[in-house]
């Protein structure tokens, strides 16, 4: 048999080898999803009470429904999509979620190679000078010489306890937790955006609150200064009103500075600078409150988390590390071959008599490692065990977070009722108590009572009218926020998520 021959050969018995070859260590099982049927103690409510104010519309959650992929769009605001879709064109967290999993996709790629034997080609040139004491003879003298060489050596290390491959499907996870990283970071980067936009709304809400309060109370305070001269007041009401004036003018720096840095943050959110960003400015009347909310049943909030999936990725990765460890207890085999031609002129280098070639094989079996091969099984049975750990938890932390938002959602509708009716009552007060004023029916510290009454319920209105759009944000974010349903989602078969 030639030496070519030789080599087929052989590369088709490894082949067959490998083909026939299991992979020790534990298989992967997904575990069970939580045998619960609710995310809250108590039942939830079909629909959340209404106000009769700005984001006062009732919610009613529809169990099951389809979790848009472009969910801040349902806020109606062409502003929000535009600050959010500038976001996830330039925002560096994405992009460098984006380069993690490319590096990580390269990774696999690279590790697809053990699967298959190495070949490389070789050519060399040297000039050298051997001893006879080399060849049995020392006072043998050998006059220098070149060697040229050149020749194809191939290796391949037959994957006989499936390790590699364990090392493979260890890769792939990985490669799988950098996917649902990208869907993380895109989750958090929207949600964070919305957020903000509302913040900016409600501050800018509070500053518009705040001047017209403070404008009646310098009018007001105009008047008491007149009726002063003319002897009908005291000069402890007339201080009493300047006082109350300053302290309302006294909140708009701070209000104004945290506007500032919140249209800084929502800068950076979008990847501008703040001095570049040329934002425009949001209010209340920007937006609108969705009133039909998906929630999804809890079986299937596991497959739509994406830290839920990335716990479960790890889980994977450290399983099959269990069988990377395990397979170096087994023998490695690996079989080599080379064929080439030497010769002393380069010349000569293929003439009839210059090849050379060789074949060979290497089995090696570990016997005594003091106890190193086991300790690095334990080691990675134990890794298992902290990650699935840390999966539990995560699936505890994801039911948190949606009875946490459900139940906000309840809450922010009954407080947005309630603070509707008290600033509705406060600035009623208000108003009655200026026109008694008037007449003398009541004195200045009834007045004061009643402006900073309406003073603290305007604010508190405004509060809760925010907190109803960034708690809806924050359930579309619990949920998942729909990932698996965007168009241009490219995600491979083993991270997505049916409907």
Same mark, same amino acid.
Request: hydrophobic fraction near 45%; glycine fraction near 6%.
């Given at each position: 048999m030639t030496a070519p021959a030789t080599l087929r050969g052989f590369a088709i018995a490894a082949t067959a080898a490998v083909l026939a070859a299991c992979a020790v260590g534990p298989d992967y099982r997904a575990p069970e999803a939580p045998a619960t049927g609710s995310y809250t103690e108590k039942p939830q409510p079909e629909r959340t009470e209404s106000a009769p104010v700005q984001g006062g519309d009732a919610q009613r959650f529809e169990v099951g429904a389809k979790i848009s992929a472009d969910w801040w769009t349902l806020f109606g605001s062409p502003e929000l999509d535009a600050l959010i879709r500038t976001a996830l064109a330039g925002q560096p967290t994405l992009a460098a979620a984006q380069a993690a999993l490319r590096q990580a996709e390269e990774n696999v790629n690279a590790h697809y190679a053990v699967l298959y034997p190495s070949v490389d080609a070789s050519l060399s040139a040297r000039r050298q000078r051997i001893s006879g004491a080399s060849l049995g003879n020392p006072s043998l003298s050998v006059s220098p010489f070149n060697l040229y060489n050149a020749s194809v050596n191939v290796s391949y290390a037959i994957d006989v306890a499936g390790g590699a491959r364990r090392e493979l499907e260890a890769l792939q996870a990985g490669v799988d937790f950098q996917r649902l990283q990208v869907e993380a970071t895109y989750l958090a980067l929207t949600a964070n955006v919305a957020t903000t936009?509302?913040?900016?709304?409600? +501050?800018?809400? %509070?500053?518009?609150?705040?001047?017209?309060?403070?404008?009646?109370?310098?009018?007001? +305070?105009?008047?008491?200064?007149? @009726? /002063?001269?003319?002897?009908?007041?005291?000069?402890?009401?007339?201080?009493? @009103?300047?006082?109350?004036?300053?302290?309302?003018?006294?909140? *708009? =720096?701070?209000?104004?500075? !945290?506007?500032?840095?919140?249209?800084?943050?929502?800068?950076?959110?979008?990847?501008?600078?703040?001095?570049?960003?040329? *934002?425009?400015?949001?209010? #209340?009347?920007?937006?609108?409150? =969705?009133?039909? $909310?998906?929630?999804?049943?809890?079986?299937?909030? $596991?497959? @739509?988390? =994406?830290?839920?999936?990335?716990?479960?990725?790890?889980?994977?990765?450290?399983?099959?590390?269990?069988?990377?460890?395990?397979? $170096?207890?087994?023998? @490695?085999?690996?079989?080599?071959?080379?064929?080439?031609? !030497?010769?002393?002129?380069?010349?000569?280098? #293929?003439? =009839?008599?210059?090849? *050379?070639?060789?074949?060979?094989?290497? *089995?090696?079996?570990?016997? #005594?490692?003091?106890? %190193? $091969?086991?300790? %690095?099984?334990?080691?990675?049975?134990?890794?298992?065990?902290?990650?699935?750990?840390?999966?539990?938890?995560?699936?505890?932390?994801? /039911?948190?977070d949606v009875a946490d938002v459900l139940l906000a959602l309840e809450y922010d509708a009954t407080t947005l009722k309630a603070q509707a009716e008290a600033e509705a009552a406060a600035r009623e007060s208000l108003e009655v108590t200026q026109q008694q004023l008037k007449f003398g029916a009541v004195n200045y510290v009834q007045l004061f009572n009643a402006q900073r009454q309406y003073s603290l319920a305007k604010f508190a209105l405004v509060q809760a009218q925010a907190a109803r759009y960034a708690d809806t944000a924050a359930l579309f974010q619990a949920l998942g926020g729909g990932w698996w349903n965007r168009v241009d989602q490219a995600n491979t078969a083993s991270v997505k998520v049916a409907n």
């Amino acid at each position: 048999m030639t030496a070519p021959a030789t080599l087929r050969g052989f590369a088709i018995a490894a082949t067959a080898a490998v083909l026939a070859a299991c992979a020790v260590g534990p298989d992967y099982r997904a575990p069970e999803a939580p045998a619960t049927g609710s995310y809250t103690e108590k039942p939830q409510p079909e629909r959340t009470e209404s106000a009769p104010v700005q984001g006062g519309d009732a919610q009613r959650f529809e169990v099951g429904a389809k979790i848009s992929a472009d969910w801040w769009t349902l806020f109606g605001s062409p502003e929000l999509d535009a600050l959010i879709r500038t976001a996830l064109a330039g925002q560096p967290t994405l992009a460098a979620a984006q380069a993690a999993l490319r590096q990580a996709e390269e990774n696999v790629n690279a590790h697809y190679a053990v699967l298959y034997p190495s070949v490389d080609a070789s050519l060399s040139a040297r000039r050298q000078r051997i001893s006879g004491a080399s060849l049995g003879n020392p006072s043998l003298s050998v006059s220098p010489f070149n060697l040229y060489n050149a020749s194809v050596n191939v290796s391949y290390a037959i994957d006989v306890a499936g390790g590699a491959r364990r090392e493979l499907e260890a890769l792939q996870a990985g490669v799988d937790f950098q996917r649902l990283q990208v869907e993380a970071t895109y989750l958090a980067l929207t949600a964070n955006v919305a957020t903000t936009a509302f913040r900016e709304a409600s +501050l800018r809400e %509070q500053i518009r609150a705040t001047r017209e309060i403070s404008e009646a109370q310098d009018a007001q +305070l105009q008047l008491a200064e007149k @009726q /002063f001269k003319l002897g009908a007041i005291s000069g402890s009401d007339l201080l009493g @009103q300047r006082a109350q004036a300053a302290q309302t003018r006294a909140t *708009l =720096p701070p209000l104004e500075k !945290a506007l500032a840095q919140t249209r800084n943050q929502l800068a950076v959110l979008v990847g501008k600078l703040p001095a570049d960003a040329k *934002l425009p400015q949001l209010d #209340f009347s920007a937006f609108k409150l =969705p009133q039909e $909310l998906p929630l999804s049943v809890p079986s299937e909030l $596991l497959k @739509q988390r =994406p830290d839920v999936r990335q716990a479960e990725a790890i889980m994977r990765q450290t399983n099959a590390r269990i069988g990377v460890a395990e397979a $170096l207890m087994f023998p @490695q085999l690996t079989l080599t071959g080379s064929y080439g031609s !030497a010769a002393t002129r380069s010349g000569n280098l #293929f003439d =009839p008599g210059t090849q *050379l070639w060789n074949i060979g094989a290497n *089995l090696l079996q570990p016997i #005594f490692h003091a106890g %190193q $091969l086991r300790a %690095q099984k334990r080691g990675a049975e134990a890794a298992y065990d902290q990650a699935f750990a840390q999966y539990r938890l995560a699936v505890l932390t994801a /039911f948190q977070d949606v009875a946490d938002v459900l139940l906000a959602l309840e809450y922010d509708a009954t407080t947005l009722k309630a603070q509707a009716e008290a600033e509705a009552a406060a600035r009623e007060s208000l108003e009655v108590t200026q026109q008694q004023l008037k007449f003398g029916a009541v004195n200045y510290v009834q007045l004061f009572n009643a402006q900073r009454q309406y003073s603290l319920a305007k604010f508190a209105l405004v509060q809760a009218q925010a907190a109803r759009y960034a708690d809806t944000a924050a359930l579309f974010q619990a949920l998942g926020g729909g990932w698996w349903n965007r168009v241009d989602q490219a995600n491979t078969a083993s991270v997505k998520v049916a409907n």
